[in-house]
């Protein structure tokens, strides 16, 4: 591998970076087949550069059937051969390194694809084999083991077993999967897996990639010890013991794991860095954090969170704790490719966000939304995690303020959340299409189209448009993020409390750095200094309800 796609520099850097998400198939199409590409991101370093972003964090890009978006890896050490080839990917690496970004690729563990060689291969082998041992197969129970082995239930809906045929034709023995049934769920006490996994790290980190964002990174280990199989029917956080005990997640075991990943990223220089998507009691996730294992965890307490001062600032504090009790930073995030954009869930009614299956259901979901309100809060709460000590993950089109596209028929729906819950929620509304200008095919996605119908709105909502204005969204994001380079230099961070203005919220950084959101409804005199940003124009010296501004 060359050397030149290597990016050196600080062994933390990042600690405050900013990480955008890219999802690749919606990103940007070179070759007109209505599919983004790697030659598409390529071509949109550029725009990576203005927007001033430290890091990309790029979806799953490996050969796939895409029965969950990727997520179902058929190889774990090559490209899709809809999204480019290796050669392409090592010119995205060191483009992009060029531009000074560095790279987070995705590693789903806990599952392949069906179609991996190795399930495949089970398939064909005998009961009992080593090759089946790779995977979860048990015996049906009942008389000819027609009945499931457990009523575990899939992430996505219905049964998480399914049943085989056997290579002789007779119905066979039965596989877990914790999502879709195309994504056989990986048996980690065999010692290959392990081994595989470490080679796919090495793989990457030898071509350059700076990073790895772990998917279900707490449900590895499984308690499947003498006969043991597990029963659930939610994987709420709140049914998880929370002592590293449970039978299915969060195990202390799984650490085992990150440790010998750890001693991995470290022989490099930098040491590669990860990130854990562990959706576990927020008392556990200091463990993936920590830096004997991924370093950092996600903080998805925001994915959530309604426009409430008390729950912001009560995660806040949390997060900066448990960050520093484990010498890790902090992620801070609002929106991702799996749930509704930040822009929209902000003009949610609280009861349409306390249930937003309920919500996307109902007839009148649009009619629910306030457009405007959603739009002034997401700006406002990014602006306010930007300003926070720790790094933060933006996802692609948040950058332009972007609603949720709510249009997409059901015939065109991919999601496969969306097949097994009989339609309660779909996660495409989020990945459709990045517009990157007013007209022409697929908002200058691509010349061919786009593989999920993209709103008429795009034309008044994309990078062309605002590139022009210098209120646009994207305008703000830029600002912000250039202002933010020079003022992270440590990791301090200050409460200013209001108490004749209980609604917002005021913090100090160094070098004079202060941050101030009105959660409240009336206008709040800024203190002294300069405006270096505002997400509603400030005036007489006040900031509007719903507005974050810095202040130096
Ligand atoms: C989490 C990913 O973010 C999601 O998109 C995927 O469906 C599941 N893990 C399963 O891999
Ligand atoms: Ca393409």
Known sequence: MAEHTFLRGPADWWRQAVVYQIYPRSYADQNGDGIG???????????????????????PFYPSELADGGYDVADYRNIDPRIGTLAEFDTMLETLHAAGIRVFVDVVPNHSSDQHEWFQAALKAPKGSKERDRYIFRDGKGEHGEIRPSELVSHFGPTAWTRITEPDGSPGQWYMHLFAKEQPDFNWDNQEVR??????????SDRGVDGYRIDVAHALVKDLKNGHLPERQSYDVSVMKNDGTD???????????????????????????????????????????????????????????????????????????????????????????????????????????????????????????????????????????????GSTYLYQGE???MQEPLNIPSEQMQDPQWFRSEGSISRDGCRVPMPWTSTG?????????????????????????????????????????????????????????????????HFKRPNGWQCITNFGTKPF???????????????????PANATAWVK
């Open 399 to 401: 950058e332009l303020g």
């Open 195 to 204: 081994d595989d996994f470490i080679k796919t790290m090495r793989f990457w």
């Open 525 to 543: 005199k800024l203190p002294k200094g300069q405006v270096l940003l505002s997400t509603k124009d400030v005036v007489d010296g006040k900031l």
């Open 247 to 389: 039978d299915l997640f969060d195990r202390d075991e799984v650490h085992e794991i990150y440790k010998t990943w750890r001693k991995v990223y470290n022989e490099y220089d930098p040491p590669r860095v990860a990130v854990a998507e562990a959706w576990v009691h927020a008392n556990r996730r200091a463990r993936y954090a920590s830096t004997e294992g991924l370093g950092q965890s996600f903080a998805f307490d925001l994915l959530g969170t309604q426009w409430n001062k008390k729950k912001f600032h009560s995660t806040i504090d949390y997060q900066l704790k448990a960050a520093a009790e484990t010498g890790s930073s902090t992620t801070w995030v609002f929106s991702n490719h799996d749930v509704i954009r930040h822009a929209t869930r902000f003009g949610l009614p609280e009861s349409a966000l306390a249930n937003l299956p309920k919500w996307y259901r109902s007839a009148d979901r649009e009619k629910q939304i306030n457009v405007e309100l959603g739009f002034d809060r997401a700006r406002a709460a990014t602006m306010l995690v930007l300003a926070l000590p």
């Open 37 to 59: 590409d790697l030659k598409g991101i390529t071509s949109r370093v550029p725009y990576l550069k203005e927007l001033g972003v430290d890091a990309v964090w790029l979806s």
């Open 441 to 505: 095919s697929s908002f200058g996605f691509g010349p061919g189209g786009s593989h999920l119908p993209q709103p008429a709105w795009f034309k008044d909502v994309n990078v062309e448009v605002q590139d022009k204005d210098p209120k646009s969204t994207l305008a703000l994001y830029r600002t912000a993020l250039r202002l933010r380079r020079g003022l992270v230099c440590a990791e301090q961070f200050t409460w200013v409390k209001h108490p004749l203005a209980p609604q917002v919220m």
